[in-house]
């Protein structure tokens, strides 16, 4: 499931615990955890001793006896198939051999169908079967709730994550805002030194956003501070971080780039302004063992109000 990738998710887990327990109690040859979307039936998990039906096989939901246990036009369990006449006619039974079935549903807490608990065997199971109904529908109510409760986790982490970038985001350009840029200052300070490898940083100021914004209006010192924004994005590396620290000032973080790379990279950003028709003094450093990060900035600050300094005396 989404978001849960990089280990077994509690939902995947249960699935499984719950077929081995429904294997171990019953002479079914296959269990099934499956999934239903539109005329897609998926296998999701199995407990198979004999049928061939890989997990992650797609067949047609239509063809299957679930379709019509949902309906409410076959039973939930079926100890000789061909005696129902709905899943004797069954499309599925040109694929698989079943000669006994039983199935329940799995629904997400509004009711909405997700799929089904199910098992089938080539031969007809004994009229006592029908004793473990209850088990698996009582298993189906659980898996239920254990797929609805990790889709809201997953949700819920998706919302926290959401609202941390929009706090760390600077609504106007789309870049970091100063919070932004600080974390990430601290993260990529604890990475230096603990791995080592160049960071160097970039501090750009605008040389004629008051200009713009006294002659032309905010609107367009707004859209003047949108396409820095996206010039820094579109110019450097993906893995670079670009923050807006407030008013006119811009900075950004390169990874693993020393003193010899970051000259080349300020004079792409340079001519990048230049054709967007952007004035900007650019300073720029690199990071010192002694110093950290913090140091460095406040040297590439320096660099800019120096280089900004030489622009105004021409």
Known sequence: ???????????????????????????FDLWMMTQTVRDDWTVLYTENLGYDIEEGAVLRWSDSYCTHMVEGLGPRVASQADTVPCYA?????????????????????????????????????????????????LCGELLGNIL????????????VKSCREEANTDWLTGVFNRSGWESAIVVEER???????????????????????????????DALLRTTGQVLLETIRESDIVARLGGDEFAVLLLNCDGNGVGSVVKKVEQALVTHGINASIGYATRGAAGGLEATIDQADRAMYHAKSLRKSH
């Open 89 to 137: 006619s069954a499309p599925i039974n040109q694929h698989v051999p079943i000669g006994a079935y039983m199935g329940v549903p799995v629904n997400h807490a509004d009711g909405k169908l997700f799929g089904t608990l199910c098992a089938i065997d080539p031969q007809p199971q004994p009229m006592s079967i029908h004793g473990e109904l209850s088990l698996v529908e």
């Open 191 to 221: 990475k230096a030194i603990r791995y080592g490898g160049p960071i160097s940083v970039m501090v750009i100021d605008l040389d004629d956003l008051k200009r713009v914004n006294d002659h032309d209006g905010h609107r367009v010192g």
């Open 1 to 27: 499931m989404a978001g849960l990738d990089a280990q077994q998710s509690t939902f995947e887990s249960s699935c499984r615990s719950v077929l081995a327990l429904l294997r171990e109690r019953t002479d």
């Open 148 to 159: 609805t409760t990790e889709q809201r986790s997953t949700e819920l982490e998706a919302l």
